[in-house]
């Protein structure tokens, strides 16, 4: 089990690694318009849909890898007052209703994504492979929610402290 762990771990983080590497592009195509904005009086078509088109990337994708290092935000000023072992029943019923959605995520965002037939408007990029992506990024966080999942169990039974 502790190597299916460890792979989905590494995948989830070579995953956001290549959404990460799209910030870059993105910051330069961003800065280079507003500059040309400011100083030249003339734009970059299509800069905006770029832009909202990379940064569902990089969001998509990073969702699974920031579950993975705990970075969500997490409300504890309730389930800090909490016995350890209610607060792992929290945790628990937290997971599992955090799986729930993610499923119906997935699955509604498969189903939208493959009727999808539009294009950008000014670029022309169809939209369908960015709308696919909310089930692929759903699929990476309900991986690692399930790693949570069973993690907490075991923390539950005893078996891990």
């Not at 088109?53 to 890898?65: E, R, S, T, W």
């Not at 935000?73 to 007052?81: A, P, R």
């Amino acid at each position: 089990m502790n190597k299916i762990k460890k792979t989905i771990q590494r995948i989830n983080y070579y995953v956001c690694g290549f959404g990460v590497c799209l910030l870059l592009p993105m910051m330069v195509l961003t800065t280079s318009d507003v500059i040309g904005r400011k100083f030249f009086a003339t734009t970059i078509p299509g800069t905006f849909e770029l832009s909202e088109y990379l940064l569902a990337v990089v969001i998509l994708l990073g969702a699974a890898f920031t579950q993975q290092v705990k970075g969500h935000v997490g409300v504890t000023f309730l389930t800090s007052k909490l016995s350890r072992r209610l607060q792992t029943f929290s945790q628990i019923f937290t997971l599992c209703l955090s799986c729930f959605i993610i499923v119906i995520l997935i699955w509604q965002g498969w189903i939208e994504g493959i009727r999808e037939r539009t294009v950008s408007d000014m670029l022309r990029i169809p939209q369908y492979p960015f709308r696919l992506l909310v089930p692929i990024g759903g699929f990476f966080l309900l991986l690692e929610l399930l790693i949570d999942l069973i993690d907490s169990i075991a923390k539950l039974k005893g078996k891990v402290s």
